[in-house]
């Protein structure tokens, strides 16, 4: 994030996006009748951090633990040749993709394309049964037919704003909010700190 992008709205506090996930576990477990044969896969930077955290929340509500993910997409972009230098993480997934069924786990849905990447990727490496989204924002403006299966929070944005989920562990505080984008700065998460991944 430049100096240039200000802020110009707190979305969802702490505590609010904690009531979000806790809905979100409920529903997740809900429409697939309980934690079994299910799996959480976050796409990297935030969207794993988010997935940890509904896997907590289903074990306190279910008594169960579900195998968690990681999926880096840096690779599975669409805009991957326009960077130079794309920031890239690692995939880690310890379990068998086959015959699950994969709750997709993204912190901001927005165009649809970091998600279409995502199941690129996913597809690259296994064959699950079935692959739902959950996000803890929609911001709408879809590019691709995607849309998701668990939502925190709808919050209508302009195509010029950044909405950005920061984490306490990795920024220090955790909070949903909307930037004003400089002219020419890239929409994307806000970076994380260094040595975080």
Known sequence: ???????????????????????????????????????????VTRGDLLAKQLARKIVQIEGVDVPIGKLDISFYRDDFATYFSPEVHSTQIDFDLDGRTIVLVDDVLFTGRTIRA????????????????AVLVDRG?????????????????SSNESVRLFLKETDGRTTVEIFELAPGAHMGAAPLQKGVE
């Open 1 to 43: 994030m430049t100096q240039a992008n200000t802020m110009k709205t707190l979305v969802m506090d702490e505590s609010e996006i904690e009531r979000a996930l806790t809905r979100m576990a409920h529903q997740i477990l809900e429409a697939n009748h309980g934690a079994q044969d299910i799996a959480l896969v976050g796409i």
């Open 118 to 133: 995502a199941l690129d990727a996913l597809m690259d490496l296994g064959r699950p049964a079935c692959v739902q989204l």
């Open 141 to 157: 403006h879809r590019e691709l037919p995607i849309r998701a299966d668990f939502v925190g929070k709808n919050v209508p944005s």
